[in-house]
């Protein structure tokens, strides 16, 4: 798969952040559909939203393919993110490392992001497909 493969497939992303200690700091779900592709710059998602007088927002993903898994058909909805999709083409999760323990107000905050490379596994529940 090339990263130009993904321009307007639909995906589910699972993000979770981390402490620099490695404590789950928190969980969130997205999805949408890739709008564009930049080997440098990311994968570009536009996000859906549940209200549609919401404007639509963008959200870049790092260019690594090895996150990116072909979804089982199927619903996917999170009440608390508003997450509803039905048949995405890819789940993608990663796990996103905060790499510095304090900083000064105003210091921006580095985050290492680190791509699952194992399948995301489902199951019935909230966020899985029903």
């Known amino acids: 798969m090339k990263l130009s493969d993904l321009i307007n497939k639909t995906c589910l992303i699972g993000l979770s952040y981390f402490e620099t200690d490695g404590t789950l700091l928190k969980q ?6 890739v709008i564009k592709v930049d080997d440098e710059l990311g994968i570009t998602v536009q996000l859906q ?36 999709i039905e048949n995405p083409d890819y789940l993608v999760t990663w796990d996103i490392h905060r790499t510095q323990e304090t900083r000064t107000d105003g ?24």
């Open 49 to 84: 939203h549940t209200d549609p007088k919401v404007q639509q927002a963008d959200f870049i993903l790092p260019p690594n393919l090895a996150a990116w898994f072909k979804a089982p058909a199927g619903r996917f909805s999170h009440a608390p993110s508003g997450v509803d």
């Open 28 to 33: 969130s779900q997205c999805c949408g559909r």
């Open 107 to 130: 210091q921006h905050e580095w985050w290492d992001w680190v791509p699952n490379v194992q399948a995301p596994s489902v199951g019935q529940g909230p966020g899985k497909p029903h």
